[in-house]
């Protein structure tokens, strides 16, 4: 695995030195100029690793000013968890606080930063497939199919969050530009991904969690098929059985030892940091501290009171996992906990003054998708849009959760209010609540109800998805369209 | 004193009055023709929209603006719909046919149909341009289907089990290997399969005891709303033995009830029923004595609930051996 990481680090130097004529010669996100070339199986998996590298983003230990980096992953608590009940930033400054109260603009950069980064790291799959037949023979079909859950990966990202996007599957020049802003249907986007994913699935294995791997493309695609208009609930029930089936993940006995035990027996798929490296460490973990306790930075995710209610009463062992304001002697106000599954090396929240240890060279991983996430989207496949189910093996996966929480009364009916509750707090600061609740159909009546109780302007004709970032649609020249609401 | 503040009003007054007329002579003097500079405006507005069914209700449609040029809007559902408007998470649909809204949403309460929208968009200048689009309402619903466990009681009195705090069995019934002659896809065994059996001593009625034993199971339909009625077959084969036998006041009764809710007690269940004292979403009594093996199969329609969660129920009051087998719910039509 260090190896591994070296690698990543030599790729994101070259990346880091062969940008500097960005200003005068602008190339929209959905392409990157290619200067350099493969001319060996390692150079492909090097390029392979490249595609994780654009996933894991540059951290501000690294580079402060982000027009000159991508923060792949780093920002995706702003434009997830902020955009539902569970969090929001403790102040009001810049476009990070726009996203807790629905005023996100077009030309926000934290938005902008991981659509570029998504663009990179489709760009970079397809540039592997450009390639592949320089690698190995027998290396090519699980080099193409790695680069193709990472593009499919992205796409997912991308079509929840923007909507229609320009699908773009192969390496496209620069003045293609009609191929470049042509924003494609989501069932179209839908299609490509499932199509990526199928064969990720036929072609991998299990050998990897810091990589693609066949039940990483299985959780995802499962995920895909509840997401889409038209839900393919047996599609998804069948894929969770499969991973529930290959017995080779299991739920960690103790909470905690999931987000501080590495790689641990329930991670599918996590995106890694190195701790102390600025080169490869993640910034969010800092991100997370709030300034009123000696954190480093702002404060986001701050956790709403309305989610700290929900963990009261429904958390079991998880809540003082997840939140302050649980263990120790420093409680504070309900609405103004701080998420503690992420707490770089070295914290200790219960010192005074409170001490976040590495800071902002935290090298806590980026969990893409775990057991847990698996054994409720069986619930879910198996509830199908219903209001409730009673079906015993959903109910074994939903009791293996509950039970974990040290929630053991048995469970005979799990309705779609239970689950989604249940989601909320096992996967909260996880990003998922989001797409949660677009996926039981209650986002709209959810949060506008949050939106008025914190004094936000909801408005349901942008509130779903992001705008298209304005750098991109200028560069498009009036090809890209807007969102509506923008 | 008094004087002062006579004088200085007087000049205020005064001073008013000759701003106001100088304000009304320069609006006057305000000329009507374009100013140095201006253009004409080339791009007029022009109309145009896109529409979604929101997930919580097919007949509600959510409008998308897709004019450009344009700053005003008016909407017109026609005679079959009205504007709906979201406060606070939840539509409300009110009256009028028409809406100024950008994005506003329509009910057409009708349901499943083709219904002509129009829009007109205008900017600033009052230039207009309309759009007709016909709007296709369709209802994709499809229900839930139903999983019976154990329907064909192969498993023995498994997944029918319930506890009763009156102190009545939790067994549900006899396990027997006298059941239906067909197997639970429908097709002939060539023989007996297994079963479900009461008699006297399982009871309930004017024969309940401690040992009366009421078969239950908790299942999930597609819930009956302001949208749509949704129905549902309860099917299932009974045999009643014909031997002589006393007979209670009730006869030789096979019952079967679908109540609303999942119970934990029993008999907080059994209570829900008709002959428990409550209301049962379907209450179903067969009492055609034909004789042990011979089978006879009953299909009763029923409407679901708000919720989804209902539980089936079987029960008998019984001289002789009354048999059921083939359990199965699904969808009407």
Not at chain 1, 339 to 350: A, C, E, R
Not at chain 1, 441 to 464: I, K, P, Q, W
Not at chain 2, 154 to 173: L, R, T, V
Request: aromatic fraction near 10%; include cysteine; charged fraction near 20%.
């Amino acid at each position: 695995m260090k190896k591994i990481k070296y690698l990543i680090l030599a790729i994101s130097m070259t990346v880091a030195t062969s940008c500097g004529d960005e200003f005068l010669n602008p190339l929209p996100d959905t392409v990157v100029s290619l200067d350099s070339y493969f001319a060996s199986d390692e150079d492909v998996l090097s390029g392979i690793y490249g595609i994780y590298d654009a996933l894991q983003g540059t951290s501000e230990a690294t580079e402060t000013n982000i027009g000159r980096a991508n923060r792949g992953v780093q920002f995706e608590h702003l434009l997830t968890e902020h955009r539902t009940d569970n969090t929001r930033n403790a102040t009001l400054e810049g476009s990070k606080s726009d996203f807790h109260r629905y005023v996100v603009e077009a030309v926000n950069v934290e938005s902008e930063d991981y659509y570029q980064s998504m663009y990179e790291v489709i760009f970079r799959a397809n540039n592997i497939l450009n390639y592949i037949e320089i690698a190995n023979e027998s290396n090519r079909a699980s080099y193409t199919a790695e680069a193709k859950f990472l593009r499919a990966y992205a796409y997912f990202k991308l079509v929840r969050l923007f909507g229609d996007v320009p699908l773009v599957t192969s390496v496209i020049d620069p003045g293609n530009t009609e191929a470049l802003f042509t924003r494609s249907p989501q069932s179209e986007i839908y299609a490509q991904i499932i199509v990526d994913l199928q064969e990720a699935v036929d072609v991998l294995d299990n050998s990897s969690k810091s990589r693609a791997s066949k039940a990483a493309a299985q959780g995802i695609l499962a995920k895909v098929y509840l997401s889409q208009a038209t839900p393919n609930y047996t599609g998804a029930e069948a894929l969770c059985e499969a991973i529930i089936a290959s017995n080779e993940f299991d739920l960690m006995d103790d909470f905690y030892d999931v987000f501080y035990d590495e790689l641990n027996s329930e991670i599918i798929f996590a995106i890694q940091y190195l701790e102390g490296n600025a080169l490869e460490s993640q910034g969010f973990s800092a991100e997370f501290t709030s300034s009123t306790r000696a954190g480093r930075d702002d404060g986001q995710n701050i956790v709403n009171a309305n989610l700290k209610a929900d963990f009261d009463a429904f958390g079991g062992n998880r809540t003082a996992v997840s939140i302050t304001g649980v263990v120790g002697e420093d409680v504070l106000e309900d609405d103004e906990n701080e998420v503690i599954k992420f707490l770089p090396t070295g914290s200790n929240i219960n010192s005074a003054p409170v001490s976040y240890g590495v800071g902002q060279q935290a090298g806590n991983d980026y969990i893409a998708l775990r057991y847990a996430d698996v054994l409720l989207m069986h619930v879910e496949a198996t509830m199908a849009g219903g209001p409730a189910t009673v079906d015993p093996d959903a109910i074994a996966s939903f009791q293996l959760v509950r039970d974990r929480a040290g929630l053991t009364a048995s469970v005979a009916t799990i309705t779609k209010q239970d689950l989604l509750t249940e989601r909320r707090v096992e996967l909260a600061f996880e990003n998922q609540r989001y797409f949660d609740l677009i996926r039981f159909g209650v986002f709209d009546e959810v949060l506008s109800a949050h939106s008025d109780e914190m004094g936000y302007l909801y408005d349901t004709r942008n509130a779903r998805l992001l705008p298209i970032p304005q750098r991109e649609r200028n560069l498009s020249k009036g090809l890209l369209t807007q969102n509506p609401g923008y | 004193m008094k004087n002062k503040i006579d004088m200085f009003s007087k000049i205020t007054r005064l001073l008013l009055s000759i701003a106001a007329v100088s304000f009304m002579v320069s609006c006057e003097l305000r000329p009507e023709l374009p100013e140095t500079g201006s253009v004409p405006d080339l791009t007029p507005p022009s109309a145009d929209f896109s529409f979604i069914p929101t997930a919580e209700d097919f007949r509600v449609i959510s409008f998308t603006n897709l004019s450009v040029e344009a700053t005003n809007y008016v909407w017109d559902f026609g005679t079959d719909g009205v504007a709906c408007e979201m406060v606070d998470g939840v539509l409300v649909c009110g009256t009028e046919s028409t809406s100024i809204a950008e994005a506003p949403f329509a009910k057409f309460a009708a349901g499943e149909g083709s219904y002509t929208v129009k829009l007109t968009a205008l900017d600033a200048n009052d230039a207009s341009n309309t759009m007709e689009i016909v709007v296709d309402v369709v209802d994709k619903f499809v229900p839930l289907p139903v999983t019976v466990i154990n329907g064909d009681f192969e498993d023995g009195s498994n997944d029918w089990k319930i506890s009763f705090s009156n102190g009545w069995n939790n067994n549900g019934f006899e396990s027997s290997s006298d059941g239906s002659f067909t197997k639970y896809d429908g097709t002939d065994n060539g023989g007996k399969t297994r079963g479900a059996k009461w008699n006297a001593t399982r009871s309930v009625g004017s024969l309940a005891s401690n040992n009366t034993r009421v078969a239950y199971q908790s299942i999930v339909v597609s819930p009956t709303d302001d949208q749509r009625t949704v129905k549902y077959i309860l099917e299932f084969e009974y045999a009643i033995k014909d031997d002589p036998a006393n007979d209670p006041p009730e006869g030789r009764i096979v019952i079967a009830d679908v109540v609303s809710g999942h119970y934990t007690d029993g008999w907080e269940a059994y209570q829900q029923t008709d002959r428990g004292g409550g209301t049962s979403l379907l209450h179903v009594e067969v009492s055609e004595a034909k004789g042990k093996g011979n089978f006879t199969t009953v299909q009763k329609e029923f409407t679901t609930n708000e919720s989804g969660l209902v539980s089936l129920m079987f029960s008998a009051i019984t001289p002789v051996d009354v048999y059921v087998d083939n359990v199965k719910v699904y969808p009407a039509n």
